[in-house]
Nanobody, 120 residues
Framework: QLVESGGRRVQSGQSLRLSCVAS????????MAWYRQAPGKERQFVAH???????YYDDSVKGRFTISGDNAKNTVWLQMNSLKPEDTAVYYC????????????????WGQGTQVTVSS
């Protein structure tokens, strides 16, 4: 129901743009977010985009990543610039009608993830 794309291997300092599209079977999406999970670590919040246009970022990506969305298409993007090896992770898209920002359990819908690998 949520399909991510755009992940691949890049060199440190390069950019990537991830996309996430929600299927028409999901109704009343008011916010979408990106999370990531690095090997051996818990999944962590990356960025959040609300239908009103509000955005929130984890401090680790602030100034480098930009989240944006198209409400009509139930699509969200994550533009990642100045990538670092520590950004290596599986990136997951999440969505819900009324999620709490940074609260993982408040998102009802999740994608399968897309792998981003940043080599030094």
């Amino acid at each position: 129901q949520l399909v991510e794309s755009g992940g691949r291997r890049v060199q440190s300092g390069q950019s990537l743009r991830l996309s996430c599209v929600a299927s028409e079977s999901i109704f009343n999406i008011n916010a979408m977010a990106w999370y990531r999970q690095a090997p051996g670590k818990e999944r962590q919040f990356v960025a959040h985009f609300s239908r009103t246009g509000s955005t929130y970022y984890d401090d680790s990506v602030k100034g480098r990543f930009t989240i944006s969305g198209d409400n009509a298409k139930n699509t969200v993007w994550l533009q990642m610039n100045s990538l670092k090896p520590e950004d290596t992770a599986v990136y997951y898209c999440a969505a819900d009608s009324a999620p709490m920002v940074r609260v993982e359990d408040s998102y009802s819908y999740w994608g399968q993830g897309t792998q981003v690998t940043v080599s030094s």
